[in-house]
């Protein structure tokens, strides 16, 4: 069964400079998708970024940006120029395409923006 | 879009009361997901729909629990008797079928069983 690990349970960085949030994930399989999710102080889960496992380049979505590592098993999230709305939990979750949709998540990680 | 249009957001009952959450979901969607946050376990899916058809069920904690979908436009999650250890946020979100799909959750509702 597939796995996704956020080994950082909270993180916290200097508005305006750059974090990077890990994510590791147990597969066998060779297609799936990998997704950033964030969840603020609203509760709304919102979707961040995604990347498709056959894609060779990292997604990217303005200051948000993936480093998919494929044989690692490995999809990090890196927020560059860190604002205070950014401040957040961020969850990382994996879909199978066998799995009818279903997402596998992350722990969590707390995110925590310096002023 | 108004997105996923869940209510209330927030409920408050006691213990042995009946509790029923709604959701709209996001039109055209076609799968609908029922998920409970809490701080011990996290996000748990408890179950999904695939036009209006219960897919997985397999989350549902106990047959307390119920959950149904009548049209493509509208679901409820029913707790009945509601217990203090179901307090936790529900979320309900949905997707259209594609790749990649994308799950947009609705602002979830929490509840609280005195």
């Known amino acids: 069964a597939q796995t996704v690990t956020q080994s950082q349970p909270e993180m916290s960085v200097q508005e305006a400079e750059t974090v990077t949030l890990s994510c590791t994930y147990d597969t066998s399989e060779s297609d799936y998708y990998l997704f950033w999710y964030k969840q603020p102080p609203s509760r709304q889960m919102i979707l961040v970024i995604r990347q498709e496992a056959y894609k060779q380049q990292n997604a990217t979505e303005n200051r948000f940006s993936v480093n998919f590592q494929k044989a690692a098993k490995s999809f990090s999230l890196k927020i560059s120029d860190s604002q205070l709305g950014d401040a957040a939990m961020y969850f990382c979750a994996y879909r199978s395409p066998n799995s009818n949709y279903q997402l596998i998540w992350g722990a969590g990680t707390k995110l925590i923006i310096k002023p | 879009d108004a997105g996923v249009i869940q209510s209330p957001r927030h409920e408050v009952t006691e213990m042995g009361q009946e509790v029923t959450l709604r959701c709209k979901p996001i039109?055209?969607?076609?799968?609908l997901f029922w998920y409970r946050q809490t701080m011990m376990r996290g996000l748990e899916l408890l179950i999904y729909f695939n036009n209006n058809v219960p897919i997985d069920d397999s989350g549902m904690p106990e047959d307390r629990f119920s959950a149904k979908m009548p049209n493509a436009s509208f679901s409820t999650l029913k707790i009945q008797p509601s217990e203090p250890r179901d307090s936790a946020v529900y979320f309900c979100a949905s997707s259209v079928a594609g790749v990649p799909d994308t799950q947009y959750f609705g602002p979830g509702t929490r509840l609280t069983v005195l």
């Open positions: 039109s055209g969607h076609d799968y």
